[in-house]
């Protein structure tokens, strides 16, 4: 199944930039040269998280753990073409099912753990899957089972771990059909434009989209992170991002495979056995949060207890970085932080140590990619077309100083969301630039006019710990609550998260409004608990604008350290 317009696939690829290797072919291409180096490493306490003992695997290994798992999935009807969700956490068996899917063809539609009812019923619903992939616990408490409703009667579950009622147990050993699977797969006629994955974003517009990304447009998502930290074969990768995403995805299974590196697991997000894998796998490029790598540095005897010595780079991004913080870790630590700023659509804006040394000025700006007449150290900046546009007259705008919204093309932007044509027509403008919705500006210093400065989120989502969440789902939830007039959820700034969720209401009766009766209300509905609000504000009404939508950012005022007090 292809999205890309046959046009622009004759472009990229006489260009260069798009080719014929598909992800299963980078992971042969690192059997053939490195069998016996680590390529898959699990976390050491891996059975706190799901059953099954820690993983640590050399290529060869990996290649046959493959092998056996796909079998399995050609055992229980999985065929190309077939979509299938995949509900797992960090751990080897979710990097290992990637490959094993696109052995068959199988795209591949993962979800994070923290979706609950609500969110799977949705993504069924657009997807239409052949089967559900997940475990049978996760963290000691029954995942599959509690999960497989919002699945009945749409599609079977096949389940890692100990055995679940009405799910076909799976592993990584057993070989089944494997001779008719071997010969199936031979026989395959596949291209690298065809789709791989189907991930889920969350947007202004409510429930969460799928976003199609082929090989291909992986491929170049990948280039940039690899040109971004510099990437060999030599490197061990930490990865603390669940594997559904960009950060993840783009950000590490793709460039490891294709770079023949080492990928080490971390889920979810431990700062001391974070720090304590950075010392024992001696790892050499992580990413994490603004908000994580300031704490470290305000807090340096976490720090200073550690080996660091390999650690040579860390990426960071999504939120503008502190001067302080990125100039620091390379001044005392030796450790470039690369700001990277990215998105599942395929927005890959990176400043890295090569093209841009200065630590301050790395944590502020972005190199212009595709600017006609200049050459950065990445490979992708020379693929993507990118420009500034006016928020309201879509005016094209090239003088320093105005915040205007960013938008680019090229082969890593992806074709548009899942069945979504009326949405598609609103994100991409007629020439093809996708509308990101982030705001950023030239700077003002001549000196730099071939930046771009980071300025903020048109958009009203809420970043909690890295996860993307939509503020008009959790209210038109609310809306039903029958306690409550009207209501409506915003970020709030938290020091570690990032953001946590508050919720202004204005009840219905003068009874007590408690926020146990909210976020029960919204848990009876389904809804993931990490989409939950974490404080209450009791209003006499919300603030809106002329046609009566919520004005987010006088509501977000609310909830800041100096309305509290």
Known sequence: MKTTPQILIDQYRANGWWGDEKLCDWLDQAVAARPQQWALID???RAAIAEGNQQRLTFDDLAGKVSALSSQFYAAGLRTGDIVIVHLP??????ITYFALDRLGVIISPVPVQYDLFELRHVASEVNPAAYISTSHLKGKAFAETRMPALEGVCPTLCFGQSVRNATSINLDDRSDHENWRAYTGSLDRSADDILTICWTSGTTGQPKGV??????????ALATSSTADFTAEDVMLNPFPLVNMAALGGFLFPWVMCQSTLVLHHPFDLSLFLKQLESERITYTIAAPTILTMLLNQRGLLDQIDLS???????GGAPLSEWMVSTFQQDYNIIVANIFGSNEGLCMTSSGLDLPDPNERAQYFPRFGLQGRQWNNQV???VKTRLVDLE???VISDPGIQAELEI???????????AETTNREVFSEDGFFRTGDVFEIPLDPDKSDYYRFVGRSKDIIIRGGMKISPDEIDNLLAAHPALTSAAVVG?????LGERIGVAAVPATDAELTLDMITGYLKEQGLAVFKLPERLLVVDALPLNATGKVLRRELKKLFTPEASS
């Open 43 to 45: 976390q050491p306490e």
């Open 90 to 95: 960090n751990i080897a068996e979710l990097a």
């Open 212 to 221: 199609p990304r082929s090989h291909n447009h992986w491929r170049i998502s």
């Open 310 to 316: 390999a650690l040579r780079a860390i990426g960071s």
């Open 381 to 383: 900046s020379s693929m």
């Open 393 to 395: 007259t879509r005016e």
């Open 409 to 419: 093309s090229g082969p890593s932007v992806f074709d548009g969301y899942w069945q």
């Open 492 to 496: 709030y700034e938290d020091p570690v």
